[in-house]
């Protein structure tokens, strides 16, 4: 069948819209081939979601695989008795024994119809619970990857193709079952065809190989046309959410962006329907003629058996038992074959299920050969920074450059900079979202890397200027920054005390019970200023040793960020506190201000002393009072 994948090949080849450059490169059949190499593992998943319902499929689907042969053997029966009779006189002709055959083929009809039902509920709640597991283990293992994972395209696309196979990898698991349910029942179908003419077999293959070949052949090329679309399809879902979202209605009316959206969205979807028409209509074209091809080697085995029938080589049932079993294993072997071509063309989405459970993250716990060390409580010494430099991946800027400071224990820092200086990097440092690229980072006088990333996190409170608006109740809202404690309402009360959300909650119709954020049924959205008070409460429910405040209060208003940073300063006595601010008169009460510039230190000192020192951070600080005279 060299001649057909070449002439597929020149079809392909021709199609004037198959022109995309990074398009995944076709599939060869020993990659396919390689790719059922994860079914073991898939079905091993399938068992572990529910071991009794997998079971009971499979036992469902065996007695179900035996029922077309007995049936068309049945009916091969009551045709033989039939054409007896009716060589009778009638008053010898009994009926009973036909009619009990007649009973016997329609309970065969009602089990199969039963089973059918049975196997078709499992599916769906066995597909359903599949679903669910796997979406969960999909956010188990994202939720231990690091954050600069999450920054990279290439990891978007990895994350995004596992996230659709969550959903559909159900059908891929009916797919396998019916296929080793289809295969028993060929071999007993096949058993009786053998044992008539074997060469028809040969013929069967013949009529079916050429439709396989074309749907493995236009299945590779769904497949690929499907992973080079993966980031355009990533950008139509944000087109989509951006078009018509509540987050984005009011830049998008206010910038008129809509017609802008709505063409760049039809541009894309517009090129990723033309060229999957392309692939369905020439699919479809020579579907057609494989199918004619099927048909045609069908009907030559037809006449073949029916010729025998009229030489008087076998009876009328036996013609009806060969011709059902040849017209019923060219459906299951037509069946088989392109099913197959699905479950490899699935094994490679399954592939991509899987490669994205192969990312592993950088930053854990340190493994058994090494001191895992326990996090200071409380911290004595304090962080030191040693030459640490940091660059983001696949960038050729260095974020930070040769940084080298000392963050006391109980001291209150403020960092101050630029947009783009490095200051919220910095804190992700400190908070090991990210490892340096050079130089380390020491708690009392040991390395970052020693301590448990989790244990580490416990101990730190940090709240950025890009907080997430969670669209959850308003105590849940603070509940965030410890939601071990989430039903502890007097703690969640005190937080939102400190933060001055108690103000915002005190206005809300259900209170701590309020949905907040226009998502969901009966939600109230919030004003930027609220937002950030409910953020801050989630800072202060987290009761930590370190407090990271990356622009607390730029929502606010002068009053309400007066009397934040009251509370603030009463609330971090005794502990380690570091804050990103642009408004020099909230980093005055620092204890001491690390001037960032470029990702460099270029000043460090407390607020009268950089003053005195005349250098980046007086000429700020003035520039800041000037726009107050």
Known sequence: MNWLSSLLEKISAKNPNHKR????????????????????????????????????????????????????????????????????????????????????????????????????????????????????????????????????????????????????????????????????????????????????????????????????????????????????RRELDYLRQTGASDETAKEVKIFGLSDFLITRFETLSDQFYRQNKALALRRASWGTVFAAVGAAGYYGAYVYIIKQ??????????????????????????????????VADGALYLQDFFDFFQIAPRIVRPTTEQVVRPFPRPIRQGFTFEDVSFRYKNAEKWALRHLSFELHAGEKLALVGENGAGKTTLV????????????????????????????????????????????????????????????NQPRIEQAAHQSLADTVIAKLPL??????????????????????????????MREAQLLILDEPTAALDARAEYEVFERFKELTQGKTAVLISHRFSTVRMADRILVVEHGRVQEIGSHEELLANNGRYAELFRLQAAGYR
């Not at 009551?78 to 009990?100: F, H, M």
């Not at 978007?156 to 296929?179: I, N």
């Not at 009392?444 to 969670?470: K, N, S």
């Open 511 to 540: 209170g701590y019970d309020q949905m907040i954020g226009r998502r969901f049924n009966g939600g109230v959205d919030l004003s930027g200023g609220e937002w950030q008070k409910i953020a801050l409460g989630r800072a202060y």
């Open 309 to 342: 029938a009229v030489g008087g080589t076998i009876s009328i049932g036996q013609l009806t038992f060969l011709a059902g079993s040849f017209a019923r294993l060219r459906g299951l072997l037509e069946g088989i074959l392109s099913r197959f071509s699905q």
């Open 21 to 232: 450059g990074p398009e995944k490169p076709a599939v060869s059949v020993r990659e396919r081939v390689s790719a059922l190499r994860h079914l073991p593992a898939f079905l091993k998943l399938i068992w572990h979601t529910s071991p009794a319902l997998t079971l009971a499929n499979i036992a469902l689907r065996l007695l179900r695989a035996a029922l077309p042969l007995a049936t068309l053997y049945v009916a091969r029966l009551i045709l033989d008795d039939v054409v007896q009779l009716s060589k009778l006189a009638p008053a010898a002709r009994v009926l009973s024994p036909v009619l009990g055959l007649v009973a016997l083929e329609f309970g065969l009809v009602l089990l199969a119809d039963a089973l059918g039902r049975a196997v078709a509920l499992l599916d769906s709640l066995l597909g359903d619970l599949f679903a669910n597991a796997s979406s969960v283990r999909l956010m188990q293992h994202a939720a231990e990857l690091d954050l600069d994972q999450f920054e990279d395209s290439t990891f978007y696309d990895k994350l995004e193709r596992a996230r659709r196979q969550t959903l559909s990898r159900s059908v891929l698991m009916s797919q396998v079952l019916a296929q080793g349910q289809d295969a028993v029942t060929l071999v007993l179908l096949a058993g009786g065809l053998v044992a008539f003419q074997p060469w028809l077999l040969g013929l069967l293959l013949l009529a079916v190989v050429p439709a396989f070949l074309g749907e493995s052949h236009f299945n590779e090329r769904s497949y690929s046309l499907s992973h080079s679309w993966t980031p355009e």
């Open 428 to 487: 992700k440092l400190l908070a090991r979202l990210y490892d340096p690229t050079e130089g380390r980072i020491l708690l009392d006088g040991h390395d970052l890397r020693e301590y448990d990333p989790a244990e580490l996190r416990q101990e730190i409170g940090v709240i950025f200027q890009d907080f997430v608006r969670f669209q959850l109740p308003a105590g849940q809202n603070l509940a965030v920054g410890r939601i071990s404690e989430r039903q």
